[in-house]
C-alpha cells in the first residue's frame, strides 16, 4: 500500500496514539517506529517501498535529516509551553533534573526553566550526530549524574541511554492534538507542492524526450539536472543514475564555462566528442543576476547536413536550388575580389540587385552566391532566362494562370516562378529580352510585391527577392524605347557590374587548372606558350567559352602535356567566325574543325530544338544563337 506521509517517532507508544488520531480523522497519514540510529535506512526504503514523499520527523536530529534527505521533511515545532506542561511531573520524580536535547531554538525555553520549583538543567546537543549520538550522549549522561542529576527529560532516543545507566527519565511527550493536526496538515501541503512539482518535471521531462536534439540541464555546479534520451546516446551514457553527475564526466565544455557562468549565451560552436563533432549551443538561467544553472543542446554535424540534404533534395526534385556560393567563383584579382566583396554585403539586405556583364561572365554565378549568402538560403532560388521564352509563354510562366485562362491552359490552374520562390529569391536572367508589357507587370509586382495570375483577379501577396541580369546597356534599351525607365531604375537599386574574363587575366590559367581539378583530370599541364596563348586569347564568350574550351581539352586529347597548336585547333573548332584575327590560323586546323552549322544544328537536335539548352551547350547566349541561326538559314 502507497503510504505517501509518514510520521517518523522513535518512541514506540507514539505510534498507536498517532494512527488512532489520523484514522479518526480520515487524514492519510500513518505512524512508523524507528530507532534513530535506523532512520536514514528506514526513510530511504520507505520511499522505494512505500512511495514515501513526506516524511515528519520530531526531535533534534530533524534538521540533520531535512538536510540529507531528497523527499521534503516536516519538523514538528516545539514550544515553551510544552516544557512548562511537564513540570509537575518532573518537580513529583526529582530535585535535580536535566533537560537533554536540540532544543536551543525553542523561545523563551529558559524564562520557563528558571520559573520551575525544582532545579532543571538544559543539555544542548547541538554537536551531536547520528553517527556519534550515543557516545556523545553516554558522556555527557554520565558526567550528569556523577554531578547529583537523577532525572532526565528528552525523547526517545536519549532516553533509552539514560535508563542504561540507570537514570529516571520522562518523555518530552507528543504534542496536543491542535499541533498535530497543524503539522499535518503542512505535511500535506507538502505533498501538494511536491506532486505539482512532479506534475511541471513531467511535463518539461515530456518536452525534453521528444526533442530531436540532445538537451542537458546543469546546475551552476556543472552536476547534470536533467538529460533527454538523445543526449544519453550522444554522451554515451551507461547508467540511469545521471542526477547529479557532473557534467566534466562525460562533456568538457571548460572553454567555454566561463563565458556561460557570466550570463553570456554559446551559439553553435563545434566540439569534438570521440569520433563525432557535435554543435553545441547553451543558454544560462539568470535569476537576480546570478547563474543558477545551463541548458545545453546538441546536434551531431552528420545529422544537420542529412536534414539539410533532405530540404535541399525537396527543391532539387522541383528545380528550386542555388548549387553555387561566393566560393566557387575562381580568382585572385583585385577587382574581382571587390566584387565578391560586394556581393557578400548586397547579401545581407532584401533589396533588388541588377547584375551586368557581357554574356558567360558568371552573371547567374553571382545571383546563386548572393542567394546562398542571404538569410534566403534555405528557401526557393528560382531562375529564369526571359529571352528563351516567347512574350506570352513567358508571362504566363512569370505569373502563372487560373482555371480556363486561355486555350491550352491546365484545367486547375497554375502557380507562376514569382509564387514557386515566395519566401526566396527569384533570379530573371536577360531582363533586356523582355516586352513593354511583361516589364509592365513586372514593374507592378516590385511596386506592390504582389502578383495577379493571369485571367485572375485575387491578389497573392509575396515575399520574394529579385536578382535582375542582363549582357545589354539598358539606358541605350530606354533611349530606343525598348525598356521602360521606371523598372531599370526598380531594378538598379544594386547594381553589379561584372567584369569581362579579358579584363582579369592574371585568374585565367587558374581558372583552366581548377576546371581540370573538377573534372578528376590532374594530370594535364600546358606547356609555357600554350598558357601563354591561353591568357593573351580575348576569350569573347568569356568563362562560359573557358568552359567549353575545358571539356573539349579533355574530350580530344589524351595526354598530359597540351602544346599551343593544339590550344589553337581546340579555341578554333567552330570556323573562320570564331578565329581571332591576331593570330593565323593553319589550313589544316580549319579543315579538321567541324563546320559552324553543322555544330549548331547537332545542338539543337540534341536539345529537341531548345535553343535556350542548346546555347547553353555551345556557350553561347540565346541571342548569339538566334543571329547565328538566322545568317545560316537553320
Known amino acids: 500500500m502507497q503510504r505517501e506521509i509518514i510520521w517518523f517517532t522513535t518512541y514506540m507508544p507514539n505510534v498507536e496514539k498517532l494512527n488512532r488520531f489520523f484514522a479518526e480523522r ?22 522505494e517501498e512505500a512511495g514515501l514523499k513526506v516524511a515528519i520527523i520530531r526531535g533534534g536530529f530533524a534538521p540533520e535529516i531535512k538536510n540529507n534527505i531528497s523527499i521534503p521533511v516536516v519538523n514538528v515545532n516545539q514550544t515553551a509551553i510544552d516544557f512548562y506542561n511537564l513540570f509537575p511531573q518532573i518537580e513529583s520524580l526529582s530535585k535535580k533534573a536535566a533537560l537533554v536535547g536540540w532544543y536551543s531554538e525553542v523561545r523563551g ?70 499541533t498535530i493536526l497543524s503539522t499535518a496538515t503542512e505535511a500535506q501541503y507538502q505533498l501538494r507542492l511536491l506532486k ?17 536534439e540532445g ?66 549551443s547553451a543558454v544560462p538561467s539568470v535569476v537576480h543576476g546570478k547563474t543558477m544553472g545551463v541548458v545545453i543542446t546538441l546536434q551531431q554535424i552528420d545529422v544537420i547536413h542529412n536534414i539539410e540534404k533532405k530540404l535541399r533534395s525537396v527543391s532539387v526534385e522541383k528545380g528550386l536550388l542555388a548549387k553555387k556560393g561566393l566560393d566557387d567563383i575562381v580568382g585572385h584579382d583585385p577587382g574581382l575580389l571587390a566584387l565578391k566583396r560586394k556581393a557578400m554585403r548586397y547579401a545581407v539586405t532584401d533589396s533588388t540587385v541588377l547584375i551586368t556583364g557581357e554574356s558567360g561572365v558568371g552573371k547567374e554565378l553571382f545571383a546563386q552566391g548572393i542567394h546562398n549568402q542571404s538569410p534566403r ?39 507562376g516562378l514569382f509564387e514557386l520562390a515566395n519566401t526566396g529569391t527569384i533570379f530573371l536572367d536577360e531582363i533586356s529580352e523582355t516586352s513593354l508589357s511583361v516589364q509592365t507587370r513586372l514593374l507592378r509586382v516590385l511596386q506592390e510585391r504582389s502578383v495577379i495570375r493571369i485571367g485572375g483577379s485575387s491578389i497573392i501577396p509575396l515575399d520574394v527577392r529579385i536578382i535582375a541580369a542582363t549582357n545589354r546597356n539598358l539606358r541605350e534599351y530606354i533611349r530606343a524605347n525598348k525598356f521602360r525607365q521606371d523598372l531599370y531604375y526598380r531594378l538598379c537599386v544594386l547594381p553589379l557590374q561584372v567584369m569581362p574574363l579579358r579584363e582579369r587575366r592574371d585568374d585565367i590559367l ?15 599541364r600546358f606547356t609555357r606558350d600554350a598558357e601563354k596563348l591561353l591568357v593573351e586569347y580575348d576569350w569573347p564568350g568569356n568563362v562560359r567559352e573557358l ?35 591576331h593570330r593565323d590560323v593553319p589550313e589544316e586546323t580549319i579543315d579538321r574543325a567541324e563546320s559552324e552549322r553543322d555544330t549548331i544544328q547537332r545542338a539543337l537536335q540534341d536539345n529537341n530544338w531548345n535553343r535556350g539548352k542548346a546555347a547553353a551547350q555551345l556557350g553561347i547566349s540565346t541571342t548569339t544563337l538566334w543571329r547565328k541561326m538566322k545568317r545560316l538559314n537553320l
Open 26 to 47: 480520515k487524514i492519510n497519514i500513518s505512524a512508523y517506529y524507528s530507532p534513530i540510529e535506523e532512520i536514514y535506512n528506514s526513510i530511504h526504503r520507505l520511499i
Open 109 to 178: 525555553l529558559d524564562y520557563f526553566l528558571k520559573q520551575a520549583k525544582v532545579e532543571i538543567r538544559y543539555v544542548d546537543l547541538h554537536d551531536c550526530g547520528f553517527t556519534n549520538y550515543i557516545d556523545y550522549a553516554t558522556q555527557i549522561l554520565l558526567e550528569l549524574k556523577s554531578e547529583g542529576v537523577d532525572l532526565v527529560v528528552s525523547g526517545g532516543a536519549i532516553m533509552k541511554v539514560a535508563a542504561k545507566y540507570g537514570l529516571k527519565t520522562l518523555y518530552v511527550g507528543l504534542l496536543d492534538d491542535r
Open 196 to 212: 505539482e512539482q512532479e506534475s511541471r518535471f513531467e511535463f518539461i521531462n515530456s518536452i525534453f524526450n521528444c526533442i530531436s
Open 215 to 280: 538537451v542537458i540541464a546543469v546546475n551552476a555546479q556543472w552536476e547534470i539536472t536533467n538529460i533527454n534520451p538523445v543526449a544519453v546516446r550522444m554522451l554515451g551514457i551507461q547508467t540511469s543514475r545521471w542526477n547529479g553527475e557532473p557534467l566534466g564526466n562525460y562533456l568538457d565544455l571548460e572553454n567555454i564555462q566561463g563565458r556561460l557562468m557570466e550570463g553570456r549565451k554559446v551559439e553553435n560552436q563545434i566540439i569534438s566528442l570521440a569520433d563525432k563533432r557535435l554543435v553545441i
Open 377 to 415: 538560403r534555405n528557401a526557393p532560388f528560382v531562375a529564369i532566362n526571359c529571352a528563351a521564352l516567347p512574350e506570352n509563354l513567358l508571362e504566363s510562366e512569370l505569373f502563372g494562370y487560373v482555371k480556363g485562362a486561355f486555350t491550352g491552359a491546365r484545367s486547375e490552374g497554375k502557380a
Open 510 to 524: 587558374e581558372l583552366v587548372y581548377s576546371m581540370l581539378h573538377a573534372k578528376h583530370n590532374h594530370r594535364i
Open 547 to 581: 568552359v567549353n574550351f575545358v571539356e573539349r581539352i579533355l574530350v580530344l586529347h589524351d595526354k598530359d602535356e597540351i602544346t599551343m597548336r593544339e590550344v589553337e585547333e581546340v579555341l578554333f573548332i567552330y570556323g573562320e567566325d570564331e578565329i581571332p584575327a
